[in-house]
T-cell receptor
Framework: RKEVEQDPGPFNVPEGATVAFNCTYS??????FFWYRQDCRKEPKLLMS???SGNEDGRFTAQLNRASQYISLLIRDSKLSDSATYLC???????????????FGGGTRVLVKP | DTAVSQTPKYLVTQMGNDKSIKCEQN?????MYWYKQDSKKFLKIMFS???????INETVPNRFSPKSPDKAHLNLHINSLELGDSAVYFC???????????FGNGTRLTVT
């Protein structure tokens, strides 16, 4: 089983609709979680951190479910510019000796169409 | 005022050659990384340095040798390039702890 797994998609989303997708992680010692966005042929960019209580940033809502070991991302009122690959990132902090190991999921591709 | 910059952006070379990729960050971060993104788009960590000290080496062939002359720079030298080394290599930095990564814009390496 991969450490971090995502549905690769693509999720085809009509403009203005809501889309949500999950990411599961296998290591219960994981301590911090992020969603990154990667556009085609570009570098990943931080979209948002994921907090235990869930958090919202504009049209984006992230949730963490530690019991079931998954995080989710919901995008409301989808825009054409939301088309991208969304990468789930899980951090297992090992301290200075072992280092922080950020593990990326394979990404979920979202295509927003007019 | 680019935060994490890496050069070159594109690198095309033949099998067996040796090449280097340079990375610099001006964010004052202590930790720097090299990631490899293959054709299937999986991002895999290769190395992590904390204040010039190697912290993580994820079973990367020893043809890959990172070098960190100071905490703002982390270069990657690759000897005897192979076809399978073709990928996009991303440099990144973070403030450590639970801080997120800031990526460079990638080096697309093509080995022919």
């Amino acid at each position: 089983r991969k450490e971090v797994e995502q549905d690769p998609g693509p999720f085809n989303v009509p403009e203005g609709a809501t889309v949500a997708f999950n990411c599961t992680y296998s290591n219960s010692a994981s301590q911090s979680f992020f969603w990154y966005r990667q556009d085609c042929r570009k570098e990943p960019k931080l979209l948002m951190s994921v907090y235990s209580s869930g958090n919202e940033d504009g049209r984006f809502t992230a949730q963490l479910n530690r019991a079931s070991q998954y995080i989710s991302l919901l995008i409301r009122d989808s825009k054409l510019s939301d088309s991208a690959t969304y990468l789930c990132v899980v951090n297992r902090e090992g301290g200075k000796a072992a280092g922080n190991k950020l593990t990326f999921g394979g990404g979920t591709r979202v295509l927003v169409k007019p | 005022d680019t935060a994490v910059s890496q050069t070159p952006k594109y690198l095309v070379t033949q099998m067996g050659n040796d090449k280097s990729i340079k990375c610099e960050q001006n964010l004052g971060h202590d930790t720097m990384y090299w990631y490899k993104q293959d054709s299937k788009k999986f991002l895999k960590i290769m190395f992590s340095y904390n204040n010039k000290e190697l912290i993580i080496n994820e079973t990367v062939p020893n043809r890959f040798s990172p070098k960190s002359p100071d905490k703002a720079h982390l270069n990657l030298h690759i000897n005897s390039l192979e076809l399978g080394d073709s990928a996009v290599y991303f440099c990144a930095s973070s403030a450590g702890g639970s801080s997120p990564l800031h990526f460079g814009n990638g080096t697309r390496l093509t080995v022919t």
